[in-house]
């Protein structure tokens, strides 16, 4: 049975007992309410009787008629209290007292009046009085008798009240005492049924319980009678399953977790775990490899302890966005080693969430990158400069052409583009050979780039050609000529002063030269996208040719005409 | 016949075997006033305390008490004169219980030829009595409520069996008697009977006399005594005609005789004023009129021995509340 059926039932038997019980109560307080309105009235029967044996003394003291009329009027009220005496006693006994109070009390009438009447007649007697007085004595002593009975008969009767009030209270005590007692019953029933059910349905879930709790997973509780504690030992069991299964898992994620530790330890990048305020939890050796922080140094610090101040902002912005938006980021940051040397890392950064999807980490997988961008920049010098003047080459100058003619666009300027050609670099080269030839073509880029500003471009073109972009120029052609032919001019001038040169010959010590070697340069100007990179770089070619035409060191302009 | 009776009475609640009883030789009345010791026997009350009743029976208590004072009884059923009489003699006796008390018992019945037809008319005329007995006393009584004197009749000196002859042979023109006597001379007389109660003036207690050393000596018997004589009040209150027939067959009076004169006793054991009052009086009148040469009131509280009763009913002991 269910044990809030159970709990019902008792509930139901305690008011049933009370309900039968209450009408013993309320008899039992009713029943000593009226042995005490029936002692009371037999306590009035005496004091009657005392009251009339005080007229009665008065009147044989001083035979006055005032005494016996009281003594009368007193019979009166006796008569009253017994015909309510008779209607109210209910007991056998107490109606046997009343009847034989009653019969002696009419004889106690006769003989007092017998009295009275001896009185007058003793007051009267001359011869014969001591015969009255005689009859005087008998008399009185006769009432004596009589009030004896009448007192005893009253005491009867008020002991029999009390004994009827001690009765009923002792009737209305066992009624309380039952009723104390039903409730008491039906307590300690409850408690020892609840005590039962304890000991035979919680103990052992409770002892059930504390095995799984101490580890025997595989214990189950046995449910027992279907009640509430089978329900309880049911799901006490069901939670040991569902903690088998759960643990079984935890166990297998726990070893994978012990595998990616290791991974993690071992891991050739850098691992760096910090809270959502950024402070370092967690770094794996390779972190301490990478930065020289020991792992001892850099917990509870805050990341930007490696920050070198070149990354840009805007970098950090978009990092922040992307993780405080619960977004993976993926990107590169120039940091500084602990030594203070700056590093390239590639890091990919990943926020945490807990299982309800509430970010509580930050997880970065940094790789040096470094050695890459090395290597990145190996390979963009060797695809866009050239190698022996480190100057860009021919491809990056169209990049720097592209940007240039937008720039002009944009700011409606005029751009001017000049190319180059020495005029006596061919006789070096065969003279001296190659190496001679090429450390004058490094010492002219040189001179060149002395000539321009750092928004300028000087590139080699091929051979003994440069080719020198100049950004920016005034908007008006006039001026932007005039700007144009001053820096032509001193870069044809900065080229024309002589080389030294140092010249090894095999078998001699090594020498250095003077030589003179001029440039010819064709300048044109150029604005607005107007025109193609190709017909830029075909018009200032033919100006050089110009100029080369017009006997070498000279200046020519591209016109519209040429 | 009262031995026969006796053997066929029913058998109390385990009774006390014979050989095992005490012998108690009791002296007791025909009267109607000693019921409960007739009750007590024939019911076996006295046998189940265990007490051997060894019976004597008298015509009247005085004699009874005689009998006791002989040393022939050991208990006395007998009326408040007779022990009045004694103790002013100097007896050592107790009276250990009250079991009768009646106001209509004693009367005077005279003979209306003998020119007596109210109370007044008893004077001159020859009225028998029995003296040292409460027809002594009531006779005084009676002359007294009517305004006479002793030396206003001829009293006549009569054993209770000498009355009905004395009276229906004109020897005496009344005599002052009690029952049985009283109603058989009354039906006797019939119509020319004149009878005078006088129920205000007199209160006749008929009583449970011992000798003062055998109650010392024999406490416990005493008390088994009266618990057999309270049995046999239960049972007359609750069977009073089967107690009317038991006082009849032990008695040998006509049932019709037991009847008629039944309503005018009270049989309870008990120990009340009545007899202390009655006995004082009946003490200043034999002082006064010198039929005893004690002039000193005697205690009667001496003579009246509560403990007895006490012990096993406490509640009817009625004095000195």
């Known amino acids: 049975m269910r044990i809030a059926t159970r709990l019902r039932l008792i509930s139901t038997a305690t008011i049933a007992a009370v309900v039968l019980l209450t009408p013993v109560l309320v008899a039992a307080v009713l029943d000593f309410k009226r042995a005490k309105a029936d002692y009371a009235l037999a306590e009035k029967i005496h004091d009657n009787f005392l009251e009339r044996a005080a007229f009665r003394d008065q009147y044989f003291l001083y035979r006055e008629d005032r005494m016996r009329q009281q003594w009368d009027k007193s019979k009166e009220a006796s008569d009253v209290l017994l015909r309510q005496a008779r209607q109210e006693l209910a007991g056998e006994q107490e109606q046997q007292i009343l009847e034989r109070l009653g019969r002696t009390i009419d004889e106690s009438v006769v003989v007092f009046h017998r009295i009275v009447d001896n009185t007058a ?89 504390q095995k799984i709790a101490q580890g025997e997973l595989e214990y189950r509780i046995p449910p027992g009678p279907d009640d509430e504690f089978a329900d309880l030992a049911r799901s006490f069991n069901d939670t040991a399953d569902k903690l088998t299964a759960e643990i079984g898992a935890h166990r297998q994620a726990e070893e994978m977790l012990h595998k990616l530790s290791i991974a993690v330890e071992q891991s050739p990048a850098a691992v760096v775990i910090t809270d959502l305020d950024a402070h370092i939890e967690y770094v794996n050796p390779q972190f301490t490899e990478d930065t020289g922080y020991s792992a001892g140094e850099i917990l509870g610090k805050n990341p930007r302890i490696l920050q070198s101040g070149q990354t840009s902002r805007e970098v950090y912005t978009q990092l922040w966005e992307a993780l405080t938006n619960g977004r993976n980021w993926h990107g590169e940051l120039l940091n500084k080693r602990k030594s203070g040397e700056l590093f390239w890392e590639e890091a990919r950064i990943a926020p945490v969430k807990d299982s309800s999807g509430v970010v509580t980490h930050y997880v970065a997988v940094v790789a040096d990158a470094t050695l890459r961008k090395q290597m990145e920049e190996q390979v963009r010098q060797l695809a866009f400069y050239d190698t022996l003047t480190k100057l860009p080459n021919r491809r990056l100058l169209h990049d720097r052409l592209d940007i240039t003619l937008a720039a002009s666009k944009r700011r409606s300027c005029f751009g001017a583009l000049m190319f180059i050609d020495l005029d006596s670099f061919k006789p070096l080269n065969d003279t001296y050979g190659h190496a001679v030839g090429d450390l004058l073509l490094v010492e002219a880029a040189m001179r060149l780039k002395s000539c321009v500003r750092e928004m300028d471009t000087v590139a080699r073109f091929g051979g003994d050609e440069f080719v020198v972009l100049i950004n920016e120029l005034h908007g008006d052609r006039i001026e932007a000529s005039t700007q144009a032919s001053m820096v032509a001019e001193k870069v044809r001038a900065v080229l024309s002063e002589p080389y030294s040169l140092p010249v090894r010959t095999e078998g001699t010590a090594p020498t250095r030269i003077e030589y003179s070697c001029t440039a010819s340069i064709g300048v044109t100007l150029f604005i607005d996208h107007q025109t193609t990179q190709d017909d830029i770089l075909k018009w200032a070619d033919a100006a050089m040719y110009e100029a080369k035409e017009a006997g070498r060191n000279q200046i020519r302009f591209h016109t519209a005409e040429s | 016949m009262l031995m026969a009776c006796l053997g066929c009475s029913p058998a109390p609640d385990q009774p006390v075997p014979a050989a095992a009883r005490q012998k108690v030789a009791v002296a007791y009345t025909f009267q109607p006033q000693s019921t409960l010791a007739h009750v007590a026997v024939a019911k076996g009350y006295f046998a189940a305390e265990g007490l051997d009743i060894q019976p004597s029976l008298h015509t009247y208590g005085k004699a009874a008490l005689q009998a006791l004072l002989d040393k022939q009884a050991d208990f006395a059923t007998v009326a408040e004169t007779p022990v009045m009489f004694n103790v002013l003699k100097g007896e050592k006796i107790f009276v250990l219980a009250n079991i009768e008390a009646s106001s209509m018992n004693n009367a005077i019945v005279a003979r209306k030829d003998a020119g007596i037809a109210v109370a007044a008319d008893l004077k001159g005329k020859r009225i028998g009595f029995t003296p040292g007995t409460t027809s002594d006393f009531f006779l005084d009584s009676l002359l007294t409520a009517n305004g006479l004197t002793r030396q206003d009749i001829r009293a006549v000196a009569l054993k209770p069996e000498e009355m009905q002859g004395a009276i229906l042979a004109r020897q005496v023109d009344a005599v002052s008697t009690w029952n049985y006597p009283l109603t058989e001379i009354r039906r006797q007389l019939g119509s020319n009977a004149a009878v005078f109660f006088d129920r205000e003036i007199y209160t006749e207690t008929f009583n449970i006399a011992a000798r003062q050393e055998f109650v010392r000596d024999n406490p416990e018997t005493a008390k088994r005594f009266l618990r057999a004589l309270i049995q046999a009040e239960d049972f007359v209150a609750r069977n009073p005609d089967e107690a009317q027939r038991i006082v009849a067959t032990a008695t040998k009076v006509d049932l019709g005789l037991v009847r008629e004169v039944w309503n005018a006793f009270n049989y309870h054991v008990v120990l009340d004023h009545t007899l202390l009052i009655t006995l004082e009086d009946e003490t200043r009148w034999a002082m006064k009129n010198k039929l005893t040469e004690q002039t000193v009131m005697p205690n009667y509280l001496n003579y009246i021995y509560v403990d007895s009763l006490k012990a096993i009913k406490p509640e009817a002991i009625r004095m000195g509340r």
């Open chain 1, 121 to 209: 007649a003793l007051q009267a007697a001359n011869g014969n009085r001591q015969v009255y007085a005689e009859l005087d004595k008998r008399l009185y002593s006769q009432m004596l008798l009589k009030a004896m009975t009448i007192r005893d008969a009253t005491t009867t009767l008020q002991s029999a009240g009390a004994q009827r009030v001690e009765d009923a209270y002792r009737h209305l005590l066992a009624a309380i005492g039952w009723f104390a007692g039903a409730l008491a019953l039906a307590t300690v029933l409850t408690a020892i049924k609840i005590g039962a059910l304890i000991r035979q349905r919680l103990v052992p879930l409770h002892l059930g319980a």
